[in-house]
């Protein structure tokens, strides 16, 4: 019923998508807010504000369609480069967007889970994570992953530790290590590899997202800056992964 409101709302492209055989999870990184406001003659603030509202939009939407998980790239362990204002701009955007969802998530069914080290994010900013996290647990829906103070590199060499760890306190045997135990010890433990991979912006690299668990992610590149990144957009992008033909390493069926 609600797909079909959507198809019939989203007009043409909606068409090329087969909403029965849709991915499990898309991960998006989300690029060109600052370019986007710099065309429009706006501080650079104001494309992560567009970025943010457009996150919002595009959420809900996969969720409408029946998206189990949605990962987005939203701070990397390489955006603490930028100006401080740009950075407390960055997670003032993001403080009030916790607020807002800590509201509306139970009511929208949008899961809002968090991956990357929170422990340099300030009190606040880390209990209100930890409200959406416990709010997620006990709500069903579209889980939303936001990576926040997220790097693969950090992210791999965290799960080496804490394999380490478990090692030394005898809680597992070196030699029962396996790719899927190794898993467990990364932030995205439990979710499935994402089958698309979205990268607005015009950018065609991965800025240190999900090395391990795009190894054979389709990737989706297009010059859309993330705030114009609409549902058309992302019909277009669902449509393109449709097309591909997976053989993970064996021969075309
Ligand atoms: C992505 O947009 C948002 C973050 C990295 C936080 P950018 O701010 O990188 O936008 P461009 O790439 O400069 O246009
Ligand atoms: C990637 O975008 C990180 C996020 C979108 C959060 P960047 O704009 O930081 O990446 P580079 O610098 O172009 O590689
Ligand atoms: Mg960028």
């Known amino acids: 019923m609600k797909l079909a409101?959507?198809?019939?709302?989203?007009?043409?492209?909606?068409?090329?998508?087969?909403?029965?055989?849709?991915?499990?999870?898309?991960?998006?990184?989300?690029?060109?807010?600052?370019?986007?406001?710099?065309?429009?003659?706006?501080?650079?603030?104001?494309?992560?504000?567009?970025?943010?509202?457009?996150?919002?939009?595009?959420?809900?939407?996969?969720?409408?369609?029946?998206?189990?998980?949605?990962?987005?790239?939203?701070?990397?362990?390489?955006?603490?480069?930028?100006?401080?204002?740009?950075?407390?701009?960055?997670?003032?955007l993001l403080r009030r967007y916790m607020l807002e969802a800590l509201d509306t998530m139970e009511r929208d069914r949008v899961r809002l889970c968090f991956m990357g080290d929170?422990?340099?994010?300030?009190?606040?900013?880390?209990e209100l994570a930890?409200?959406?996290?416990?709010?997620?647990?006990?709500?069903?829906?579209?889980?939303?992953?936001?990576?926040?103070?997220?790097?693969?590199?950090?992210?791999?060499?965290?799960?080496?530790?804490?394999f380490a760890k478990d090692c030394i306190n005898g809680s597992v045997k070196l030699e029962d290590l396996t790719e899927e135990r190794f898993e467990d010890y990364l932030y995205s433990a439990g979710i499935p590899s994402p089958e698309l991979l979205i990268r607005p912006g015009g950018e065609q690299r991965l800025s240190n997202f999900l090395l391990w668990q795009c190894a054979y992610t389709e990737f989706y590149f297009t010059d859309v800056l993330w705030p114009d990144f609409s549902i058309e957009e992302l019909h277009k992008a669902l449509a393109a992964y449709q097309r591909r033909d997976r053989r993970f390493g064996g021969v075309k069926k």
């Open 5 to 92: 409101f959507w198809k019939k709302k989203s007009g043409g492209s909606a068409g090329q998508v087969d909403f029965d055989h849709l991915p499990r999870h898309v991960a998006i990184i989300l690029d060109g807010n600052g370019r986007w406001a710099k065309r429009r003659g706006l501080p650079r603030t104001a494309g992560h504000r567009a970025g943010a509202e457009n996150f919002r939009k595009i959420a809900t939407y996969c969720r409408d369609i029946g998206l189990e998980y949605l990962t987005v790239y939203a701070f990397s362990t390489e955006n603490w480069k930028r100006p401080e204002e740009e950075v407390d701009a960055i997670l003032d």
């Open 130 to 162: 930890a409200r959406c996290d416990e709010v997620s647990q006990r709500i069903e829906g579209c889980q939303c992953n936001i990576c926040l103070n997220y790097g693969s590199h950090a992210e791999i060499v965290r799960a080496a530790q804490n």
């Open 118 to 126: 929170r422990s340099v994010f300030n009190q606040e900013l880390r």
